[in-house]
């Protein structure tokens, strides 16, 4: 990777973890112990992580994937459960969640073995745990394969034909009572202001009273006087922009803009090399699609799933996954 690249790359980073550190130290300062932690694991793990040769993942995609299932079962058998939920494992100060730690592990076997049935595994069994949020991420994924790859585009066109005709039944039998209340609050939130539709409504709140410069740091009325629920991950955008407004909301985005324009410009400088080009576009599609989902919902336009806002979020597992997948874009 040039040195111009790896330049915007790094600076990009530097100023999302100065940023992610304003924003953590005022709505969640308890956290910021851990989110340094977090940062501070990711660089070394960014580090290490340049030293990954895909072919070797391609070599053991099989020893790859069987770890990452296990993880993911081990988190469903042993994990702390949260409303409902088994997605972290471990204890006090230390919890990791899998479905994010397996990620650019899953985007490396998918760029270099093209084969995007490898995935259904850890998708269905994220799902059960359940973690819709992490398995609608990594299905999303498939994205640039979908243009790359027209057997996988069949199989997509084919499995989304299925999935709209089996919708019904997905919808009574294959969602829990929060994840359709998500959906219909989404849609409605006025409905239910207090219940159903309580954190979308807070949420535009906090956005709609930003304005240019914001209330100022730690001057948020929605976030810091606990109106706006998970105001520190789910909803930290809405948070932010109430307290920077419009002008670190664009600031943000701004960032997330560079970081991905410059992982597509380098895929497309390595189009030679089918695997390299692909997990490049595969994490570009990734940063995009859960910064795109985590705002969409944050501003009522997306229902919520619980993805994380990248690199922002308070959650140290989501900030070493990305860290580990942009350090294997280095590796080339």
């Known amino acids: 990777m040039s040195k111009s690249y790896q330049t915007t790359i790094v600076i990009s980073l530097v100023c999302l973890f100065f940023f992610n550190i304003l924003v953590t130290s005022s709505l969640a300062p308890s956290s910021l112990p851990k989110q340094i932690f977090s940062w501070m694991a990711g660089a070394v793990l960014f580090v290490l992580s340049k030293n990954i040769n895909l072919k070797q993942v391609k070599y053991n995609r099989y020893l790859i994937l069987f770890i990452s299932c296990s993880l993911l079962l081990l988190t469903i058998i042993f994990g702390s459960n949260v409303r409902g939920s088994k997605r972290w494992i471990g204890a006090g100060f230390f919890r990791l969640q899998p479905s994010e730690i397996i990620k650019p592990w899953l985007a490396a076997i998918l760029a270099s073995t093209q084969n995007h049935l490898l995935l259904i595994p850890p998708i269905l069994i994220t799902i059960a745990q359940p973690d819709l949020g992490s398995a609608i991420s990594m299905f999303l994924m498939l994205i640039p394969l979908f243009f790359y790859n027209k057997i996988t585009r069949t199989h997509l066109i084919i499995l989304f034909s299925a999935f709209l005709i089996l919708s019904p039944l997905v919808w009574q039998f294959g969602l829990k009572d929060y994840q359709k209340s998500r959906v219909t609050s989404f849609i409605n939130p006025q409905a239910d202001p207090l219940g159903k539709g309580y954190n979308?409504?807070?949420?535009?709140?906090?956005?709609?009273?930003?304005?240019?410069?914001?209330?100022?740091?730690?001057?948020?009325?929605?976030?810091?006087?606990?109106?706006?629920?998970?105001?520190?991950?789910?909803?930290?955008?809405?948070?932010?922009?109430?307290?920077?407004?419009?002008?670190?909301?664009?600031?943000?985005?701004?960032?997330?803009?560079?970081?991905i324009k410059t992982l597509i410009n380098k895929a497309y400088q390595n189009i030679n090399n089918p695997s390299y080009f692909l997990f490049c576009l595969i994490i570009a599609t990734q940063i995009w699609s859960q910064a795109f989902i985590n705002i969409g919902m944050n501003i009522g336009i997306m229902p919520i799933t619980g993805i994380p806002l990248p690199f922002m979020s308070v959650g140290g597992s989501s900030i070493m996954s990305l860290l580990i997948s942009l350090g294997i874009v280095f590796s080339n």
Do not use: C, M, W
Request: glycine letters at 14%; hydrophobic letters at 50%.
């Open 200 to 259: 979308l409504i807070q949420s535009q709140i906090a956005i709609g009273s930003a304005n240019i410069f914001g209330k100022g740091y730690r001057q948020g009325t929605q976030g810091q006087l606990l109106f706006l629920p998970e105001k520190h991950t789910d909803f930290v955008f809405a948070a932010l922009t109430e307290e920077f407004g419009l002008i670190g909301a664009f600031l943000l985005i701004g960032i997330y803009f560079v970081i």
